[in-house]
């Protein structure tokens, strides 16, 4: 995903000579190509994202588009006031990219763990967010923001994500992966891969499973999500993200209130209470959250049960 982030900001900024790039001080073997071909464009501001996050709305209220990245939590939880107050509320033309969304950064322990963020994210007055779920919406989506005008989040995984379905039409729409009534999958993410994974052992089973992507959880197109899902007799959200503040909060909002609707099972990382240190591979990490196929086909079975 990261490097198909900087092969595609530096297409943009082939075509527009105000686009900026600034990073803290990481992204080696992965931002150099936009650093060499766009040198007076081009920042690294040290490990102070503070710094960072001023800047760039700075840069950008003097006319430019400016796009700052680093790894999950410290683009946007540790410079989250300069954000707020300098960014959204001045409509600054500022695009946060937080690579490592999720586990991604799972052995490096809950510093880099980004569980939160597009909650956060979403609070803050002004913001688009965007999640993508494989390499053809993070092209779609770093071309969208680098033109909007506005304030935007894209939270990138890492790499080596596959494809997940066709050609990217409309980004701020759900995009169906996999065709199915029943029950209908609304993933977030790369997270989408163990949703196609679940559909096919659920159909399996006999059971009908649509799979659709979400990648603008704001604005959400709550007509066309609603769309997404006509007919289903099982709703569920699953995103490598808590359900608070996530795609799962901003879908059951927006069916709330709906006189008829199906039910709405929402998966997710579990919040946790006390003193918790976890480290792992992704996989390690989200199979022990109970976000495993097996455990996302039982709980889809459960919720189907209780119909």
């Known amino acids: 995903m990261r490097t198909t982030f900087i092969e595609s900001l530096s297409?943009?900024?082939?075509?527009?000579p105000d686009i900026w790039l600034l990073c803290g001080d990481l992204g080696?073997?992965?931002?150099?190509p936009f650093a060499a071909k766009f040198p007076e464009r081009?920042?690294?501001?040290?490990v102070a994202e503070q710094n960072m996050a001023g800047i760039a709305a700075g840069i950008a209220l003097s006319g430019k588009t400016v796009f700052i990245y680093s790894i999950g939590n410290f683009p946007t939880l540790r410079c989250?006031?300069?954000l707020r107050n300098d960014v959204c509320y001045h409509g600054a033309d500022v695009k946060v990219v937080a690579v490592g969304a999720g586990y991604a950064y799972g052995s490096q322990g809950y510093t880099h763990h980004a569980l939160e963020d597009a909650g956060i994210m979403s609070m803050l007055p002004g913001i688009e967010v965007f999640v993508p779920c494989d390499p053809m919406e993070v092209r779609a989506a770093t071309r969208l923001i680098a033109t909007s005008g506005k304030p935007s989040y894209l939270r990138l995984s890492r790499q080596g994500e596959p494809n997940l379905g066709a050609a990217v039409?409309?980004?701020r729409k759900p995009r169906v992966l996999r065709e199915g009534r029943e029950v209908v999958i609304l993933?977030?993410?790369p997270i989408a891969s163990r949703a196609l994974e679940a559909a096919t052992e659920l159909a399996g089973r006999g059971r009908d499973v649509g799979v659709v992507s979400i990648s603008c959880l704001k604005p959400l197109d709550e007509t066309a999500t609603r769309d997404a899902v006509r007919g289903a007799s099982l709703i569920v959200t699953l995103e490598e993200h808590i359900l608070r503040g996530g795609l799962f909060t901003l879908v059951a909002g927006a069916f709330a209130g709906d006189a008829q609707r199906p039910p709405i099972t929402g998966i997710g990382i579990p919040e946790q209470g006390g003193k918790t240190s976890h480290a792992g591979?992704?996989?390690?990490l989200l199979?022990?959250?109970?976000?495993?196929?097996?455990a996302i086909v039982a709980r889809i079975e459960q919720s189907l049960a209780r119909r």
Do not use: H, K, P, W
């Not at 297409?11 to 527009?16: F, G, P």
């Not at 080696?28 to 150099?32: A, K, P, Q």
């Not at 591979?281 to 390690?284: I, L, M």
């Open 287 to 294: 199979d022990a959250a109970g976000l495993s196929v097996e």
């Open 28 to 32: 080696y073997s992965v931002l150099e």
């Open 42 to 46: 081009y920042l690294n501001v040290g």
């Open 169 to 171: 039409t409309d980004l």
């Open 80 to 82: 989250l006031e300069q």
């Open 281 to 284: 591979s992704r996989e390690a």
């Open 187 to 189: 993933a977030s993410g």
């Open 11 to 16: 297409q943009a900024a082939s075509e527009n």
